[in-house]
């Protein structure tokens, strides 16, 4: 399995367990061949660490704005791409994994989450029909008991 990972840049607490979370699963659930982020700074790069701590091959492909990226994303990152335009790099994310676990800020029919590149993201999974999660890191869950919302 190829994990495709996208995720908000304001990252918080929340947000960080359910990502530990649901790579901690995919993990002892097998089969994970590598884990692919976007390289942004906040949920990107935290994923990307984790991925890396857990000894599972990291692809980072690279958002064109050098503003954006990660500045020790090549500390935990195995091999890369880019850099690409936002919705390029979000397609190719997409095309690379066999699924997609995306962790936005706020709800999609939010307002915060209009310009999302997240959201996009997972829209774009959904016109390519890739399977695909979602932990929405606003909403109040209890972290052993998340249950991503399949979109």
């Known amino acids: 399995m190829r994990i495709g990972i996208t995720a908000t840049r304001a990252l918080t607490a929340t947000g960080e367990r359910m990502i530990t979370d649901a ?5 002892h659930a097998g089969g994970v061949e590598m884990v692919i982020t976007g390289g942004a700074v906040g949920g990107d790069a ?3 660490r984790v ?4 000894r599972l091959w990291v ?3 690279l958002p064109e704005d050098p503003k954006e990226v990660d500045p020790q994303w090549r500390d935990y990152c195995d091999e890369a791409e880019g850099a690409w335009p936002y919705r390029e790099r979000n397609t190719r ?4 994994c066999s699924v997609l676990y995306a962790f936005p800020a706020f709800p999609e ?4 989450s209009k310009r999302s590149g997240t959201w996009m993201t997972v ?19 209890l972290p052993a008991r998340h ?3 399949r979109s």
């Not at 790579?23 to 993990?27: Q, R």
């Open 23 to 27: 790579l901690t699963n995919a993990l």
């Open 46 to 48: 935290y994923a990307a």
């Open 51 to 54: 991925a890396h701590a857990m």
């Open 59 to 61: 692809r980072t492909l």
């Open 93 to 96: 994310l997409v095309e690379q």
């Open 109 to 112: 029919d939010d307002p915060r």
């Open 123 to 141: 829209r774009i999974a959904r016109k390519l029909g890739r399977p695909h999660e979602v932990w929405v890191q606003s909403l109040p869950v």
């Open 147 to 149: 249950q991503p919302r």
